[in-house]
């Protein structure tokens, strides 16, 4: 066994100043399990030491919500007596080193932290950020990460909705992978981790422990080098038959009586969720390790606290009901084992082999745990947008930028997750702005999305924190749901380097804002940082700010809600004002080759107003398709409405006043386009009366996309276009 010294406690993640206070709280030297024990619950992963101070800023209360951060999921009222329980959270590094099981286990673990609140998750989405497509290990991880989240979903039984999928070389070196589950429980019926009761037993439940997944937690909260691959066995293993065994279990026994607290063994695993559980409940907890079911020989006390082995969960049951809940996980043939009982003695004791392997005071564990307010520099403003000239027209921009990675279709990445599994599904990947799930044995529906975008994050960091927020609210309301709340899933590089800590800060100062100006409050999340790779010659390179964004809504009756695909005749509106903005637009990016200017303007009252009178349209049944103008500006925003229907439009020659390529494919915020019966005209006085600019775009109708040049684009060559590209970079060997 290894001397425990600050060089152990280092390549354990601490510095000299955290070890200095692990020996102010133990006043002696930790035990190797000891060490283990602060070493994860003091990780970035665990303890949000770098994030705490700004994730406090965020608006997190309104009269919906009934848990926001704090326990392992939100929850918030859908009505009918029902919650909404949902999280999302990252499994970045791992699935760079082994892309499947990192994104598989990525799902299950977001699956736990769902369902162990009480809730039958009924869907699960998902936002990935690539390297260039033509890095060398880019097809492989794209191939792994899609199998992995299709592999567990699918056999699970939750069906996979909606997300989102960006390709840029600032990820060549640490993809992100960010998992979304959400769903529903009585309001009743919520369970929470908070242990209580002294004397009460602690039991272990799912799978046996085994080695897999030892120092994950701290192999998430540090940078990758060359030697990355090389931490394979830091990545846990999934099984979701054994998962989908344990969620029918929690749920029976969530029927009856028994449950005092119950948490998932999640990051750092049985270290934190006994730690968890017992500090949050204020009394203490003493674990036998000998009861702890393992499917490894000779396992250490060290070993088995910090495996990250997957599909187990950590209860306190009630004594009297010990035998009811061990019936019922025999019966769905998963492990049951009382490992410990609750103590009125405020410490964490552990044993094994009639040893104390670990006693230390849980107060100080989570009251001294460190807490940095780190440097911040002053943001670089982004380069000079440069001259604007379009040398190729708008025709060929529209073909080039419908086939480009982040705007193709994604129809090869969603048809291999079930995304219908369940029978609740309304709206399936690629119909609507958000996706849309029915609330089984109600008219409820729950519209759901993820968004951001981090060119903009990377060139104006609050106004991309701000705009992620907005087109989540914005996807919402385009279906014609209530926008209800948000969690996020913050994705940054090194804290300890001032500019991505300014990143970092300033967008959440944005996210805030959108947050309180849309009533759309932050219920639960994930902070992932250290999202670099060093390179041989020492520099890191970091991933692009990425602050992605998990909405929901509610619509009262499902029924009423609406797609993306155009109808066949009727006339196209334009919601919002249109500038011409096209500073990170990806026109600029695709066209001139550049990733120069400002992010667009977030004007947050426009949103809420444009917004609002979109979503009274569409309940009052006036709209027959909705979608949101956002990457690629109007005319891709129209061609995915072409695309995804069986109808083309007639585009009218705007009287702008601005250069073509500017009013088409800008990227101006608030904006929608609706498609309405007849002329319009009604829908039209409509924004008028209510202050909302609006203008007629386009006359439905006919097989083919007419431009403003009088060019026409059949909808079966856009189609052509648009699904080129996944099935050609797949088959790249």
Known sequence: ?????????????????????????????????????FSVMWSEHCSYKSSRKWLRTLPTTAPWVIHGPGENAGVVDIGQGLAAIFKMESHNHPSFIEPYQGAATGVGGILRDVFTMGARPVANLNALRFGHPLSPRTREIVDGVVRGIGGYGNCVGVPTVGGEVNFHPAYDGNPLVNAMTVGVARQDRIFLSAAAG???????????????????????????DEHALSKRPTVQVGDPFVEKLLIEACLELMA????????DMGAAGLTSSSVEMAGKGGVGIDLDLDAVPQREPGMTAYEMMLSESQERMLMVLKPERTDVARAIFEKW???????????????????????????IPLDPLADQAPVYD??????????????????????????????????????????????????????????ADAAIVRVEDTQLGLALTTDCTPRYCYASPARGGAQAVAEAWRNITATGAQPLAVTDNLNFGNPEKPEIMAQFVAAIEGMGEACRALDFPVV??????????????????????????????????????????????????????????????????????RETGEAPEVDLAAEKRNGDFVRSQILAGNVAACHDVADGGILIAVAEMVMAGSSGCRLDVPESGMRPEAYWFGEDQARYLLAVEGDGAACAEAAGKAGVPVRVLASIGGDSLVLPSGATLSVARLRTENEAFFPKLMARQ
């Open 1 to 37: 066994m290894r001397e425990v010294n600050e060089s152990l406690a280092r390549e354990f993640g601490l510095t000299a100043e955290e070890y200095g206070r692990v020996l102010s709280i133990m006043g002696r030297t930790p035990s190797l399990t000891e060490l283990g024990v």
């Open 198 to 224: 002294i004397g009460n037993p602690v039991v272990y439940v799912g799978s046996k422990t085994g080695r897999d997944g030892i120092h994950g937690a701290t192999m998430s909260s540090a940078e990758f």
């Open 256 to 263: 009856t009586d028994a449950i005092v607290a119950i948490q």
């Open 333 to 359: 043939e998963l492990d049951f084992a009382i490992i410990g009982t609750l103590t009125d003695t405020g410490h964490i004791v552990v044993r094994h082999k009639g040893q104390v392997e670990a006693d």
């Open 374 to 431: 780190r440097p911040r520099a002053e943001l670089t403003a982004p380069q000079p947008l440069g001259e604007i000239y379009d040398p190729i027209g708008l025709e060929e921009s529209l073909l080039r930028l419908v086939g480009t990675p982040d705007l193709a279709s994604r129809a090869w990445i969603w048809n291999q997750y079930d995304s219908t599994v369940g029978g609740q599904t309304v709206k399936r990947p690629g119909g």
């Open 524 to 593: 639960s999340g994930n902070v992932s940082l250290y999202n670099e790779t060093k390179q041989p010659d020492g520099n890191a390179i970091a991933i692009l700010p990425t602050p992605a964004i998990g909405g929901l809504g509610v619509l009262e009756d499902v029924s009423r809600s609406v797609g993306l695909a155009m109808p066949q005749s009727g006339t196209l509106l334009l919601i919002g004002e249109t500038k011409g903005h096209l500073g990170q637009s990806i026109w600029l990016r695709e066209v001139l080759g």
